[in-house]
């Protein structure tokens, strides 16, 4: 079995975040970059299977040259070889582009399952999976809140407005998972030496034989504004109506 994990990664959670607003691109530099924490969510579903049953754990990144440190500290969480997609064309991809070189190193790479977050932190961008099974022709299962791993199969559960489903698909598949999955396990210092030793390789797009298309974007972006600072919030005092006030608020906002 092989489990290809995709590995975003992405500025720290905990630190401030903002926009350029010339590109739209969001600003890296400066920033602590982490291994998102839902795929590292991903990451342990893959490891618990490989853990009972056994498996090859892959991971799957495309980032920056510099995002190898984070690379590394999820191959010491315990899978077995990462592959680092890294092109200057890649800056500021698209959707539509980051799928396309994503599914052709996944093609070139073989698996049997693909795992990834159902949504990234940083840009919050969620079709990416779905976007994976229509160009790798496998059938996909989204935001599982549980999963469960076979040897033929994938089974999860997805909850809904409607309710909670169960879903399984056939393997080769791919599936994301939510944050209602265990968290990451930390790595030990056994885990960070072999880290250091374990094959990563790296894979520009002419490796993939995916070309961007320059001028001609997938996706046009018509705005990038600064968001208001924010301003004092409305103070309710009690005197025997402040039901009715926050109501009134509330609608007001279009909240209710």
Do not use: C, W
Request: zero cysteines.
């Amino acid at each position: 079995m092989q489990i290809i994990v995709l590995v975003k990664v992405v500025p720290d959670t905990y630190g401030e975040r903002t926009l350029d607003l010339d590109t739209g691109l969001m600003v890296r530099a400066g920033s602590d970059r982490v291994v998102d924490e839902i795929d590292e969510r991903a990451l342990e579903l893959a490891l618990a299977y490989k853990d009972e049953v056994g498996a090859e754990v892959i991971l799957l990144s495309m980032a920056p040259a510099d995002a190898a440190a984070p690379i590394r500290k999820a191959l010491a969480m315990g899978a077995d070889r990462a592959v680092h997609v890294v092109d200057d064309e890649l800056v500021g991809a698209d959707l539509g582009t980051t799928a396309e070189a994503l599914a052709s190193a996944i093609t070139r790479t073989g698996f049997d399952l693909v795992i990834a977050g159902n949504t990234s932190t940083d840009g919050s961008g969620g079709v990416v999976p779905a976007m994976l099974a229509e160009l790798l022709s496998v059938p996909m299962a989204t935001a599982l809140s549980a999963a469960t791993i076979g040897a033929d199969s994938v089974t999860g559960r997805r909850v809904t407005d409607a309710g909670t489903v169960t879903v399984t698909a056939d393997l080769p598949a791919v599936v994301s998972v939510t944050e209602a999955l265990p968290e990451g396990r930390f790595p030990n210092f056994k885990g960070i030496m072999a880290a250091k030793k374990k094959p990563l390789e790296v894979l520009s797009l002419a490796d993939l034989g995916v070309t961007v298309l320059g001028d001609t974007p997938r996706v046009i972006m018509t705005e990038v504004v600064q968001s208001p600072p924010r301003g004092a919030g409305v103070k309710i005092t009690d005197e025997g109506d402040a039901g009715a006030q926050l109501a009134e608020f509330l609608v007001s906002q279009r909240l209710i």
